[in-house]
């Protein structure tokens, strides 16, 4: 049986033909992620790490093509989208997810986005 034959194993070849020669993901990524996910300054997370602010930059620009400060701004968005979806009211959302207040809350949404928050909640909700 050829991968042509099955779509597991044409799947699994195409997946092994993609990822032949990379190199395997940065072991720190993830405590990158989970540091700056519950809202970790950035300069704090490189300390904990025990990386340069430069070397930070570095490895998620290689692993995310942007900077860990859009990352942080990324996973706070996605902090606040799961809580409006959860209908947690837009002022309560902002000042749990570390906004100044509603205002920038949405002012960051769209920037991040394209689109306003009631917008993107209804589209993506």
């Known amino acids: 049986m050829n991968a042509a034959d ?11 033909r993609l ?4 190199t395997p993901p940065d072991p ?8 700056l996910d519950a809202g970790r300054p950035v300069a704090a997370t490189a300390d904990e790490l025990g990386l340069g602010a430069r070397q930070l930059h570095r490895r998620s620009l ?6 860990p400060k859009t990352l942080a701004r990324i996973l706070r968005m996605r902090r606040a989208l799961a809580l409006a979806r959860r209908r947690v009211p837009f002022a309560e959302t902002a000042a749990r997810t570390g906004y100044a207040d509603q205002a920038h809350l949405a002012r ?10 009631t917008e993107l909640l209804t589209a993506h909700g």
């Open 28 to 35: 720190l990524l993830g405590r990158v992620v989970a540091a």
């Open 108 to 117: 960051e949404m769209r920037d991040l986005t394209g689109l306003p928050l």
């Open 62 to 67: 290689a692993a995310f093509g942007y900077g």
């Open 19 to 22: 990822t032949a020669g990379t």
């Open 6 to 16: 099955d779509p597991a194993r044409g799947l699994e070849y195409l997946a092994l």
